[in-house]
């Protein structure tokens, strides 16, 4: 029974349990997602949540990140710290099911650890991990099949941790018709948000299925309904074995939080090849002592789900810019990098931008890995430049270091935190050693 053994699995799973690299790699993905939680808070959508949801905010619970001083309820703080984290599509992200696994999990523990008070960095970095694997784990049984949902434990029993999964299975969302808009980053908020309130159901004694993700019409079949053999991928990803690919512990099973990644670019993951090799033909163009504006044609071949995800020819504003493969690549040839001013609206509507990404076409072809691109360069002269991208910065090949991490940190956080920046990092960093993680939440 899948509910159950994710719930007994849970209960069960304690701090000394974790090896040290998943200790380091939960640090890691929560203070990525700090920081972009801050880097999000004063954004249009953030601020939309926010103003037209106070009416029903409660008592002031849990802390909004980037809002210094402002408490509201816990279930709105999880909403719209999860929609802050996500909003410039600068989170992380599970490469093997495309899941951004920090946020929903992360924003909803976050609230409820500052409501309920008393819980230590080591106390919470287990029910962090336990969150992001349930995550992948679920996404992963039912691969390729879209998935995101939220999760929070709240020191339940075996039976209410089932029921609660059961509650928050039945809150399936997420449709990618919504990228480029403002729904895109209500996606985790709402997961959180679903998440807490269904943690706190079962523990009030709400009952649901216990068989909520493997029954005949429970979750799994329902999300992976064109997926066959779904009893067997459950027990592949959640077997209790603790050996090959299941719930892991400290007996053994693979922990996918170590498969987890960071992005060096603001936007969804399957264009940053295309940035990656672009910036770099800036810098050859540079010293070549060629211009950039003398650019002629620009041909890339790309795995086929970049065009699927990321073929908006002509994104309108900033948000939709993170799912144009053609803005992502033009921004690169241009500035050189892709940052969240490359994505404000302005740019995107930029006459130069717009002529430049006239020039770029992109060619799907199924040889081609998801963190790979071949670009063919031609200058006005007929001068060909060529960039072979075999894995973008931020796989898991050529994953983004300590330095680009905290690098990351600060630039999103300085304007807000100003000379606390830094001091923040470092708690958010050494998480586990912080006695009362309500003082994460209260960092800016």
Not at 30 to 54: F, Q, R
Not at 103 to 122: D, I, N, Q, T
Not at 266 to 280: E, N, T
Request: hydrophobic share 40%.
């Amino acid at each position: 029974m899948a509910t159950k053994h994710i719930a007994t699995w849970a209960n069960k799973l304690k701090y000394s349990d974790l090896p040290q690299d998943v200790i380091q790699s939960a640090s890691r993905s929560l203070h990525n997602w700090v920081g972009c939680a801050i880097g999000g808070s004063d954004h249009p959508a953030t601020a939309i949540a926010y103003n037209s949801l106070s009416p029903f905010f409660g008592p002031p619970q849990s802390s909004l990140l980037g809002r210094k001083g402002v408490k509201i309820d816990a279930q709105h703080a999880a909403l719209i710290n999860g929609i802050a984290s996500h909003v410039h599509d600068y989170d992380d992200t599970h490469l093997d099911t495309i899941v951004h696994p920090t946020g929903p999990v992360a924003s909803a523990l976050l609230a409820v650890a500052e409501w309920k008070g008393g819980f230590s960095g080591k106390e919470f970095l287990p029910a962090l991990i336990v969150g992001i694997e349930a995550e992948c784990k679920l996404g992963l049984a039912v691969w390729p099949e879209h998935y995101d949902v939220g999760w929070l434990l709240l020191g339940s029993s075996v039976e209410q941790t089932s029921h609660a999964l059961g509650v928050a299975a039945t809150q399936v969302i997420g449709l990618r018709e919504m990228f480029g808009s403002h729904t895109k980053s209500f996606h985790p908020g709402r997961a959180a948000q679903s998440g807490l309130i269904a943690a706190v159901l079962a523990q009030g004694g709400y009952t649901s299925s216990e068989t909520a993700i493997e029954a005949k019409r429970g979750w799994a079949n329902v999300v992976g309904a064109t997926k066959s053999s779904i009893a067997e991928s459950l027990e592949k990803w959640l077997g209790m074995d603790n050996q090959g690919l299941g719930l892991a512990s400290i007996n053994g099973g693979r922990w996918q939080i170590l498969r987890n990644s960071f992005k060096p670019y603001p936007c969804g993951i399957v264009i940053h090849p295309v940035i990656d090799g672009c910036s770099q033909l800036h810098r050859d163009i540079a010293e070549l002592g060629l211009e950039v504006a003398d650019i002629k044609e620009v041909k890339a071949k790309v795995h086929p789900l970049v065009l699927e995800l990321t073929g908006k020819r002509k994104p309108k504003d900033g948000l939709e810019g993170k799912f144009s493969v053609f803005h992502g690549g033009t921004i690169g040839l241009i500035f050189g990098k892709g940052t969240p001013g490359q994505y404000e609206t302005e740019v995107v509507r930029d006459p130069a931008v717009l002529k430049m990404r006239d020039k770029i076409e992109c060619e799907a072809d199924a040889t081609i890995a998801t963190d790979e691109t071949k670009i063919v360069l031609t200058m006005v002269d007929g001068k060909v430049l060529e960039k072979h991208v075999k894995h973008a910065v931020g796989s898991i090949e050529v994953p983004m270091d300590d330095q680009m991490l905290r690098q990351k940190f600060e630039d999103q956080c300085a304007a807000v935190l100003g000379g606390e920046t830094g001091s923040a990092s470092t708690k958010c960093w050494n998480v586990g050693d912080v006695s009362d993680i309500a003082e994460i939440a209260r960092l800016a």
